[in-house]
T-cell receptor, first 114, second 114 residues
Framework: KAGVTQTPRYLIKTRGQQVTLSCSPISGHRSVSWYQQTPGQGLQFLFEYFSETQRNKGNFPGRFSGRQFSNSRSEMNVSTLELGDSALYLC?????????????FGPGTRLTVL | AQSVTQLDSQVPVFEEAPVELRCNYSSSVSVYLFWYVQYPNQGLQLLLKYLSGSTLVESINGFEAEFNKSQTSFHLRKPSVHISDTAEYFCAVSDGNAGNMLTFGGGTRLMVKP
């Protein structure tokens, strides 16, 4: 079974631009969560989608948004990029959304904002 | 609100020695507890999890963790480490009421020396 895939793996943008990251979950998984990982703040939850509905959202500004498609693939978008948005963005998928199901993480997209 | 504290940011240890990585959490509700491992340039992999039942949980590669409700701890142990165990380890908590949202600790870098 293929794992969670994220594209692109690396991305370089400049301040003020916007970016879209993509996550394809494991086949049959309906929940996708996104996390931001930085050296200073560690791993922080961005949002979770289940069956195309956002179930939870972390404490991030409105510049961070996401969506999930009917095939469970998910995208996250960051508008008006700031230097502090440089991070590794990880997505995780699971079958269910109750908190007990194992979440499988992708390799991440490393975003660098110049 | 939940929080997770990993008391040691780095743990150096010699190969074949025992190791304990400490994790304490705070939460006002019942929680589910997880340990994830991250190898360089990779995403997170689940090591083990505590949902309910026996307070001692084991992974397939020799790690174990014990849930201690009175001390709000979930320390990770291995009796004999290998060079290949060198990685960053993250303790995480969810409460099941917020879907799959995980709150992570700051991570512990385990450095196994020959």
């Amino acid at each position: 079974k293929a794992g969670v895939t994220q594209t692109p793996r690396y991305l370089i943008k400049t301040r003020g631009q916007q970016v879209t990251l993509s996550c394809s979950p494991i086949s049959g998984h309906r929940s996708v969560s996104w996390y931001q990982q930085t050296p200073g703040q560690g791993l922080q939850f961005l949002f979770e989608y289940f069956s195309e509905t956002q179930r939870n959202k972390g404490n991030f500004p409105g510049r961070f948004s996401g969506r999930q498609f009917s095939n469970s693939r998910s995208e996250m978008n960051v508008s008006t990029l700031e230097l502090g948005d440089s991070a590794l963005y990880l997505c995780a998928s699971s079958r269910l959304a109750g908190g007990t199901d194992t979440q499988y993480f992708g390799p991440g997209t490393r975003l660098t904002v110049l | 609100a939940q929080s997770v504290t990993q008391l040691d940011s780095q743990v150096p240890v010699f190969e074949e020695a025992p190791v304990e990585l400490r994790c304490n959490y705070s939460s006002s509700v019942s929680v589910y507890l997880f340990w994830y491992v991250q190898y360089p340039n990779q995403g997170l992999q689940l090591l083990l999890k505590y949902l309910s039942g026996s307070t001692l949980v084991e992974s397939i590669n020799g790690f174990e963790a014990e849930f201690n409700k009175s001390q709000t701890s979930f320390h990770l142990r291995k009796p004999s480490v290998h060079i290949s165990d060198t990685a960053e380890y993250f303790c995480a908590v969810s409460d099941g009421n917020a879907g799959n949202m995980l709150t992570f600790g700051g991570g512990t870098r385990l450095m196994v020396k020959p």
